[in-house]
Nanobody, 126 residues
């Protein structure tokens, strides 16, 4: 069983930055694929960024490439999402997700992750 706790959300102006953090309490964190998703009320949960167990490979949705960076520290059981040049379109509830690695690529579907944090709200004002 894995427990995820997110932090770092808040209100920022367009063009600003935020850093989200996710702390995991699993015994085998280094074996999990980790990802960040976001969701706006009335819309499907959207993949934002993911990172493989050893941190070598990352994946991003097109709309955040060049602006967001996902990283992990397996010694501390943490995953971060650095968000720069924020836009109003980035406003959403952001969720940290984890799952045992079952594929050789980073999973992008919400249904492919077993463990979730409760979410942290990011609001970008224009």
């Amino acid at each position: 069983q894995v427990q995820l706790v997110e932090s770092g959300g808040g209100l920022v102006q367009s063009g600003g930055s935020l850093r989200l953090s996710c702390a995991a309490s699993g015994r085998t964190f280094s074996s999990y694929t980790m990802a960040w998703f976001r969701q706006v009320p009335g819309k499907e949960r959207e993949f934002v960024a993911g990172i493989n167990p050893n941190g070598i490979f990352t994946s991003y949705t097109d709309s955040v490439k060049g602006r967001f960076t996902v990283s992990r520290d397996n010694a501390k059981n943490t995953v971060d999402l650095q968000m720069n040049s924020l836009k109003s379109e980035d406003t959403a509830a952001y969720y940290c997700a984890a799952d045992e690695q079952k594929r050789i690529w980073i999973m992008r579907g919400p249904g492919e992750y077993e463990y979730w944090g409760q979410g942290t709200q990011v609001t970008v004002s224009s």
